[in-house]
């Protein structure tokens, strides 16, 4: 990964994203990236993620002790803690509460799979989480199940999470997500989705190996 400085700054520019896309509203969601030392750079707690500062953001270890910056790390820091903990290949985590998203993460509706190739090759299958209280060990442990088999998650009555290889990716794969929810949303105001056809689709998962 980059030096610090440079990931610090990163992290700011992904939070105005999340922000100016409506991916968060007031001080809603968390970033975070593993440091080349193993400590982990993050959000802090009750802070807008459209005016962060570089020097606003937090680092902890791999059980969620601080050791630096002067604001609290965000307790939901615990999330994305499970995920590096458990995919070695994680560099960077982007949680927050996308609008289309949170309509299937309400209603517990199936996010489909087979539609469209962009999701096919970049997400693959969407787990849904279990509901868990925000912020608490036991939500963190949610996700260990799906961390192996996906790289997005949908988490019940709460949000999405994303992990990747870089903060860069796993932006992208929470914008993918929360653009293909909407346009289920507008789809079946029109009608049934149709699948792609069988081969097609294994074509797509091949390309998915390239990708991912």
């Not at 910056?69 to 965000?74: A, E, M, S």
């Not at 787990?127 to 019940?156: C, D, H, S």
Request: glycine residues 6%; contains cysteine.
């Amino acid at each position: 990964m980059s030096d610090e400085s440079t990931i610090r700054a990163e992290i700011c520019e992904i939070g105005k994203r999340v922000y100016a896309k409506g991916f968060s509203s007031a001080n809603d969601g968390n970033i975070s990236c593993r440091l080349s030392d193993g400590r982990v750079l993050c959000t802090p707690t009750l802070i807008c993620k459209g005016f962060m500062k570089p020097e606003d953001l937090c680092i902890v270890d791999l059980d969620g002790v601080q050791s630096a910056g002067h604001r609290k790390r965000t307790s939901e820091i615990l999330l994305h803690l499970e995920i590096y903990k458990n995919d070695t290949k994680a560099m960077a985590v982007v949680h927050c509460h996308p609008p289309h998203v949170l309509a299937f993460a309400m209603t517990g509706a199936e996010i489909p799979t087979g539609l469209l190739p962009e999701v096919e090759i970049f997400l693959g299958n969407i787990p849904r989480v279990e509901y868990e209280t925000p912020g608490t060990q036991k939500f963190a442990e949610t996700i260990k199940p799906f961390v192996a088999k996906a790289n997005t998650a949908v988490l019940a009555n709460h949000g999405s999470v994303s992990w990747a290889n870089s903060l860069e990716r796993a932006y992208w794969y929470t914008e993918i997500l929360d653009a293909y929810c909407k346009s289920l949303i507008l789809a079946k105001q029109l009608g049934e989705p149709q699948k792609l056809p069988p081969d097609k689709i294994a074509e797509l998962q091949q390309l998915r190996q390239r990708f991912c």
